[in-house]
């Protein structure tokens, strides 16, 4: 019954029932967390709605990490408004959406291997793809955390949210990984670095956000890269539990790619 109702619950919908849900907090500016499970939506995808309502100018963003509604010259502050009954319930992890619709960003298989994934680990695991349209940069198509989702939590308290989500090649291990294999389809141009990436099968740093780092896999398609699986946590977690990790993680994106050559 949860997923029927889910079904009827559109992009639009969201919108609105994220506005909603920011006015219904009261006056004042509130935490991402705060909105997201007011309005019943994943942590990634009520950041990309407020990303969008913040360029609209409908939404403003205080410091550290908090939203509140734009009052303009001449109008009454946001006014309180009753949300309507719930008609699904809060995404867990398995139903975890990044900034894009899962549904059709990507397919069941891969949702439940990097849910499994996530499961195993304990740790939030992201998916990244390549956007080249300008300057080169990886953006989260799919988010999955734990219940308890720290991550987020201090990318809010250091203002390092967006970065999370989409940010240059050049920011990440995931970042630097997409690099690598772009590069090494390029006779002579992959210098040491991305040769040592390329011939390691992964890459292992510094996360954007302070105290956690990144652990990364290629997804490939068609013996191209198409994304990165990540593992992200706090950097005491994962220097004890890497060599376990980098197995786990491996073995999904050996799993999950498809290295079908081109024709």
């Not at 990244?128 to 349209?133: A, C, D, N, Q, S």
Request: aromatic share 4%; proline share 7%.
């Amino acid at each position: 019954m949860t997923i029927g109702l889910e079904l009827v619950r559109t992009s639009n919908d969201r919108v609105f029932e994220l506005l909603d849900a920011l006015a219904s907090l009261g006056p004042g500016a509130h935490r991402l967390r705060d909105v997201a499970a007011r309005a019943r939506l994943a942590t990634p995808t009520a950041h990309r709605i407020l990303q969008a309502a913040i360029r609209a100018g409908t939404v403003s963003k205080a410091q550290r990490g908090q939203y509140s509604l734009t009052v303009r010259a001449g109008s009454p502050g946001p006014q309180p408004v009753v949300s309507a009954p719930a008609t699904a319930t809060r995404h867990s992890a398995q139903d975890a959406t990044g900034p894009g619709s899962l549904s059709l960003a990507i397919s069941r298989r891969i949702r439940i291997g990097l849910a499994a994934l996530q499961k195993a680990t304990g740790q939030p695991v992201l998916l990244y793809v390549p956007l080249i349209l300008d300057a080169p940069m990886r953006y989260c198509l799919a988010y999955f955390a734990p219940e308890r989702d720290e991550l987020l939590g201090d990318a809010e308290r250091l203002l390092a949210t967006d970065m999370v989500f989409c940010a240059p090649l050049t920011v990440d291990a995931a970042g630097r990984l997409i690099e690598a294999h772009m590069m090494g389809h390029l006779p002579g141009r992959a210098d040491q670095r991305e040769r040592a990436i390329l011939q390691a099968g992964y890459t292992y740093g510094p996360s954007p956000v302070a105290g956690w780092d990144t652990l990364a896999a290629p997804l490939r398609r068609y013996g191209q890269i198409a994304g990165a699986i990540c593992v992200a946590a706090r950097t005491a977690w994962l220097e004890e539990h890497r060599d376990r990790t980098v197995g786990q993680l491996r073995q999904l994106a050996s799993e999950l790619s498809d290295e079908v050559p081109p024709r």
